[in-house]
């Protein structure tokens, strides 16, 4: 069984640095795109960004580029999402989620499964 | 403001039928599929629809998907008190190299 794990929630003051773990298991992690999707008290899903553990290669959403980083680390079977200064508004929960894909004439990207989500609150 | 545009809320009576609308360009449903998740209060959003109408294992067949041009479709027939949930639309966009989601559409049942 596919399954993403993800660490516990978090309370954090402005500019203090956080990382984030999802750990996966069920599944060969190298093969599969993980992506990290923030979700905002009352508002919607909002893509991250997306890591291939194979070669490393990061896609960042613009809104998030230069806010994040995420890495991962082959030999746990864990994607990371990570903070070197916190802000209020990064108050949230964020999920990561395994990215399926298929290329073909019409290529299809869709997230599942999905981790259970870490509570992140910044507040001074 | 959502690349992928959805009505806020939607309503109807149990055993009625809904549909949500999902909008976007020639980057993104126009090139690629859709999917559709759900979330409950409190929980992980779940995958709902995949490849433009694909149901997982375990969806019944109340909830189906289509796609014309650059717009989208979730319908559920046979509306249930226990779909009230939030549904987002989602799909990889070519010209930012990644995937976007529907701002999202509340769904009551009266």
């Known amino acids: 069984e596919v399954q993403l794990v993800q660490s516990g929630a978090e309370m954090k003051k402005p500019g203090e640095s956080l990382r984030i773990s999802c750990k996966t298991s069920g599944y060969t992690f190298t093969k599969y795109w993980i992506g990290w999707v923030r979700h905002m008290p009352g508002k919607g899903l909002e893509c991250m960004g997306v890591i291939y553990p194979g070669d490393s290669d990061t896609r960042y959403s613009p809104s998030f580029q ?19 200064s916190l802000k209020a508004s990064d108050t949230a929960m964020y999920y990561c989620a395994r990215l399926n894909v298929i290329r073909d004439i019409n290529s299809s990207y869709w997230f599942d499964p999905w981790g259970q989500g870490t509570l992140v609150t910044v507040s001074s | ?66 796609k014309s041009g650059t717009s989208a479709s979730l319908a559920i027939s046979g509306l249930q008190s226990e779909d009230e949930a939030d549904y987002y639309c989602a799909v990889w966009d070519d010209s930012l190299n990644g995937p976007v989601f529907g701002g999202g559409t509340k769904l009551t049942v009266l």
């Open chain 1, 66 to 84: 230069g806010q994040v980083t995420i890495s991962a680390d082959n030999s746990l079977s864990t994607a990371y999402l990570q903070w070197s």
């Open chain 2, 1 to 66: 403001q959502s690349v992928l545009t959805q009505p806020p809320s939607a309503s109807a009576t149990p055993g009625q039928r809904v549909t949500i609308s999902c909008s976007g360009s020639s980057s993104n449903i126009g090139r690629n599929t859709v999917n559709w998740y759900h979330q409950l209060p409190g929980t992980a959003p779940r995958l709902l629809i995949y490849r433009n109408n694909q149901r997982p294992s375990g969806v019944p067949d109340r909830f189906s998907g289509s």
